[in-house]
DNA sequence: ACGATAGCCTGATAGC
DNA sequence: TGCTATCAGGCTATCG
């Protein structure tokens, strides 16, 4: 499930592959992934286009191209790119292919079919919907624990929820919330209103932490997340508490539990999460 | 206005 | 063994 040092991972492997690369051609078996404009009007603009530039914003991942258009590109759960040869196999779940001038392709794997594109024109896309509403991003300088305190005073919802909503914080998702929180000792269903200055600082620091430990070993691999190179990350080794449900606590020992917050699988430790 | 929840979808796993 | 039910989760739409 890419999260922010998924995403993240992925930009960083796909610019070493695709950039400067121009589209010849475009082809589309899955037209729902393709949510705007028509798949037609998608594949005739791209045409001749070339990749100038891999942006990552939160859970987005947007290629610039030349002529002021941008593809806004979300891999939700299970989304994927890879570079292949021509004559490599189609895995199974491709649903976009991207064809280069050079002969390879940039082919895009989805299994559960979440993902969406949408071609924008590069100045529309910070009043782009997707992207207009998102919160700040979490490695940025201005996330410090006083933004996050002036954002949960607010709030009636869990500090789980919290850092799950998207227009908050950009790019966290349910492993990193639920290791986020076990490191700050923070529980993940508290009433988010109710966590103290001290709180926000722990899970500021953490938030900081965790994702950029998690970039550093290329994200964590739980399901079938792979980079654009199609290597695996190693994050899942350092995870904590995320699909850790009856193992000893790292810290206490004591059995980490698993419920059910914010309509999420949530992981914690009863005894060092108050 | 806000918070909670269903639905989208396939595959892995649990349960009978 | 083989079937069915459940779960996984990011986001949007919809409900209360």
Redesign the pocket.
Same mark, same amino acid.
């Given at each position: 499930?890419? #999260?922010l040092p998924e995403v993240e991972t992925i930009k960083n492997t796909l610019e070493q592959l695709v950039l400067g690369k121009t589209i010849e051609l475009v082809q589309v078996d899955l037209p729902?992934i393709i949510r705007y404009p028509a798949v037609e009007d998608f594949q005739q603009i791209l045409e001749g286009k070339r990749i100038e530039a891999i942006i990552r914003r939160? $859970? +987005?991942l947007l290629f610039q191209l030349n002529d002021n258009w941008t593809i806004i590109s979300?891999l939700?759960? #299970?989304g994927n790119y890879g570079l292949f040869k021509s004559d490599d196999p189609v895995a =199974?779940?491709t649903h976009v292919i991207f064809y280069f001038t050079d002969g390879t392709q940039l082919r895009y794997r989805d299994?559960?079919? +979440?993902g969406t594109m949408d071609l924008v024109n590069t100045s529309d896309v910070a009043n782009h $919907?997707?992207i207009a &509403?998102l919160g700040i991003e979490p490695l940025e300088a201005n996330f410090t624990e006083q933004y996050l305190y002036d954002q949960i005073t /607010? $709030?009636? =919802?869990?500090i789980k929820?919290v850092l799950?909503d998207?227009g908050i914080i950009a790019g966290i998702? &349910?492993?990193y919330?639920d290791e986020i929180l076990f490191r700050s000792k923070v529980s993940p269903m508290i009433a %988010?209103n109710k966590l103290s200055i001290e709180d926000c600082s722990n899970i500021c620091k953490n938030t900081k932490l965790v994702l950029k430990e998690a970039i550093k070993v290329g994200g964590s691999s739980v399901k079938s997340y792979v980079n654009g190179l199609g290597k695996m990350g190693m994050f899942q080794q350092q995870l904590l508490v995320? /699909?850790q449900n009856g193992k000893p606590c790292a810290v206490c020992g004591s059995e980490i539990q $698993?419920t059910?917050t %914010?309509?999420?699988?949530t992981h914690y430790c009863p005894n060092c999460q108050k």
């Open positions: 499930m890419p #999260e729902r939160g $859970k +987005f979300h939700r759960m #299970e =199974k779940h299994t559960r079919q +979440f $919907k997707s &509403n /607010k $709030k009636q =919802k869990s929820a799950l998207q998702g &349910n492993i919330a %988010a995320y /699909k $698993k059910r %914010a309509g999420r699988g």
